[in-house]
């Protein structure tokens, strides 16, 4: 009987140690923490024709498959959610619907290992063909539908609606101006826009063709 008694204390004193140890000692869960990502972007142009499309890729680092938000701006702004592929690159193509200067920017959206980043900014013009001539000799010293006087050297357009002071971009054979509607015209069938002298002579512009304008 005193043999099983020891036998007993024994293991008494072997197992409670054991649980008082467990129970001093829980279970940790340990959460991957976040880290700050990186995303790019890129455009394979940044002028396009009305109506044709643009390729815009990038890429998100650390890789992974991520949630990128591409943020339009410009005429009709937009947002569009795209997903990358297992090394974090997204490749989609984009037609702006209306004409205009557009800016771009790619947002990588938080997630359980990453904190959210964004791209620079990329700019993007959208253009649209149209007739135009030149105008200035002969007129000089001529007051102009939207104030001020018309010079040799003025630079300007003249159209037949749009508000004065809109600043058109005009794109010329690789040349491009931005100068402001300035005058009332041209009132020849065909012809969307009068250049002045000046803003001819820096576009390289023979007088009467077409040009690309973002309005």
């Not at 008494?12 to 649980?19: C, E, G, K, R």
């Not at 880290?35 to 643009?54: D, E, F, P, Q, W």
């Not at 498959?65 to 974090?88: D, E, M, Q």
């Amino acid at each position: 009987m005193r043999f099983l008694m020891t036998v007993a204390a024994v293991a008494a004193l072997t197992v409670v140690p054991a649980s008082a140890s467990a129970a001093s000692h829980p279970h940790k869960h340990h959460h991957p923490k976040r880290v700050r990502s990186h995303v790019s972007l890129h455009l394979s142009g940044h002028t396009v024709m009305a109506g044709n499309a643009i390729a815009v890729h990038g890429k998100v680092r650390p890789s992974g498959r991520h949630r990128v938000k591409l943020v339009l701006r410009g005429p009709r702004p937009r947002a569009i959610v795209t997903r990358t592929r297992a090394n974090g690159s997204f490749h989609l193509r984009w037609k702006p619907d209306w004409i205009g200067d557009y800016r771009i920017r790619a947002f990588a959206i938080h997630g359980r290992h990453t904190h959210g980043s964004a791209s620079e900014p990329r700019r993007l013009t959208s253009y649209r063909q149209a007739g135009a001539s030149y105008y200035g000799p002969g007129l000089y010293g001529n007051g102009v539908a939207c104030g001020g006087t018309l010079m040799p050297g003025t630079f300007g357009v003249a159209n037949k609606t749009l508000p004065c002071g809109t600043m058109v971009t005009i794109r010329y054979h690789g040349r491009t101006i931005t100068v402001p509607v300035i005058d009332r015209g041209p009132y020849v069938a065909g012809r969307d826009f009068d250049l002045t002298e000046a803003t001819r002579d820096e576009l390289g512009f023979p007088g009467v063709d077409t040009i690309l304008v973002d309005h």
